[in-house]
């Protein structure tokens, strides 16, 4: 038994990703993953508790003040303050709107719907780089695990990068087009596992399941218990 001080994250997705990966035996090993959306690296964080346990891997933010904690808290992976475009994209900045109440909360301009608008609140100009040319420089092995929530911008982030040349095994993808998702993945071999939240779904490489296997996935009522928004300790009950 382990003892982590996990954040309990809204619907709790992390953890319910962090027990996939326990339930179905995929912790063991260094592994490597990519969190684009990565905030301070901690809060609401899909990754962090992979971390504690040996894996590694690549972290983008694209607000510079969340970025800059994020080094702080994350020392084990490499931290890259960016906002991920499509390959077609040529400006070198995009324009980052921030949540007037939550700064790890932050829209690039042209997602922002009048639904959603955070215009009337403070912005800032973030470098641009497609996720494929981030990746060009790092050294790390295969990606296990890619969390992908840039608030509406996932096709623009997935258009930058070659899926059938870097192949992460699974995916975590926020979106609320679950059907154009699921066409768009399909193409380079992948299907859909569960979705984690109303707008959180999980994939994995169809060629990586074994034939016959049925992935396990936890409910949230299925999960240890804890206070919803608690930030105090969590029993992870893996090595029983």
């Not at 922002?112 to 990746?135: G, Q």
């Not at 695990?145 to 926020?174: A, C, I, K, Q």
């Not at 979106?175 to 939240?197: Q, R």
Request: proline share 5%; aromatic share 12%.
């Amino acid at each position: 038994m382990i003892s982590l001080d996990m954040p309990i994250s809204p619907g709790r997705l992390a953890e319910r990703i962090f027990y996939f990966f326990y339930d179905n035996g995929l912790l063991a090993g260094r592994r490597y993953f990519i969190e684009a959306g990565a905030a301070d690296g901690r809060d609401q964080s899909n990754t962090w508790a992979l971390a504690q346990l040996g894996w590694r891997g690549l972290l983008i933010e694209a607000s510079a003040a969340a970025a800059e904690i994020c080094v702080q808290n994350r020392p084990e992976s490499t931290v890259v303050h960016a906002a991920l475009i499509s390959q077609d994209y040529t400006e070198k900045t995009v324009e980052l709107i921030h949540h007037p109440d939550h700064f790890l909360c932050n829209h690039i301009a042209s997602t922002t719907t009048k639904e959603n608008d955070y215009s009337f609140t403070a912005s800032e100009p973030s470098p641009t780089r497609t996720l494929e040319s981030i990746l060009k420089e790092q050294s790390f092995g295969e990606i296990y695990f890619f969390s992908l929530d840039v608030e509406g911008y996932e096709f623009n982030v997935l258009d930058g990068l070659n899926l059938e040349w870097y192949r992460p095994t699974f995916l975590l993808v926020e979106s609320a087009k679950l059907d154009a998702l699921t066409e768009y993945l399909e193409k380079p071999g992948y299907e859909l596992i569960a979705s984690m939240t109303p707008h959180d779904h999980l994939f994995g490489r169809q060629s990586y399941r074994p034939a016959g296997l049925t992935w396990i996935v936890r409910s949230p009522q299925e999960l240890p218990v804890a206070e919803e928004g608690s930030k105090g300790e969590v029993i992870l009950d893996f090595l029983r």
